[in-house]
């Protein structure tokens, strides 16, 4: 009997991991202060043209899937399908960029991949998984159903390349206890709902649970460690700094 009992909770949990939660995130971006930092740098029309480029974003969705042991996230398969039927080339270009862009966590294994296409080439950016420090605070808001809580991320920011004086904020739920998240952010005690990158903001629209899909781990492409790759990243920015 007792081995019956603990086989059929073996079974549990193999069902339990291998069935997904699949959220929905939109993105936005905070353009109010956009027009004063370009006054003096575009004219009226120039401005206009960008902050239109800019509200592309507003229009693009992202997908996370996870199980409670893997996670994936990725620009969401009907924004990928607009392409070849938008007129607008700066959106094209948007949907070309971000569809390039894969993130896949595994705890088991300790690893975090970041999967992108730099001149023609997939790369494979790996990493441990919980990389990240975190400033827990006690504020709170309701985001949907769940109350979360606010963190702000204190060491990593120079790591993925951004500046280490960018603000990366996130709300996470408790009640959904995985520690997972958009792009490469994790390791938090709930699942991150709503993620603030600078000017961007991104947060999450739906959550359907026990969905019969299945996580594709990222297996094809050339290997890179994140620290190679920030290197590069950083290397760049400077080449492109000093050209100008």
């Keep these: ?22 959220v929905t995130y939109k993105s936005i971006l905070n353009l109010e202060t956009l027009p004063k930092k370009v006054a003096e740098k575009y004219n009226k029309s120039q401005q206009e043209a960008l902050i239109s480029k800019y509200n592309n974003y507003n229009l693009l969705t992202y997908t996370l ?23 607008d080339n700066s959106l094209q270009k948007i949907i070309r960029i971000e ?22 080439e997939k790369l494979l950016i790996t990493g441990r998984f919980n990389k990240f420090e975190w400033k827990l605070y006690k504020e709170k808001k309701q985001i949907g159903e769940y109350v979360c809580y606010k963190a702000i991320l204190t060491d990593g920011q120079e790591l993925l390349g951004y500046n280490k004086d960018m603000v990366i904020e996130a709300w996470y739920a408790p009640e959904l206890p995985v520690p997972f998240g958009p792009f490469e952010f994790e390791g938090l005690p709930g699942l991150i709902l709503e993620l603030k990158l600078g ?17 594709l781990p990222l297996t094809h492409g050339k290997v890179i460690t994140q ?8 290397d760049f920015k400077e080449k492109m700094f000093n050209s100008h």
């Design 1 to 22: 009997m007792k081995f019956i009992i603990c086989f059929c909770f073996f079974c549990a949990q193999i069902f339990a991991q291998n069935k997904l939660t699949e």
């Design 65 to 87: 899937q996870y199980n409670i042991n893997e996670s994936l996230f990725f620009l969401s398969d009907s924004i990928i399908g607009l392409y070849h039927d938008v007129d």
């Design 99 to 120: 569809s390039k862009h894969k993130y896949y966590k595994n705890l088991s294994e300790n690893k975090s991949i970041h999967e992108n296409n730099m001149g023609g």
């Design 227 to 234: 620290e190679a790759y920030s290197t590069f990243l950083w």
């Design 199 to 215: 000017v961007k903001l991104y947060y999450a629209t739906s959550i359907k649970f026990k969905t019969s899909n299945k996580i």
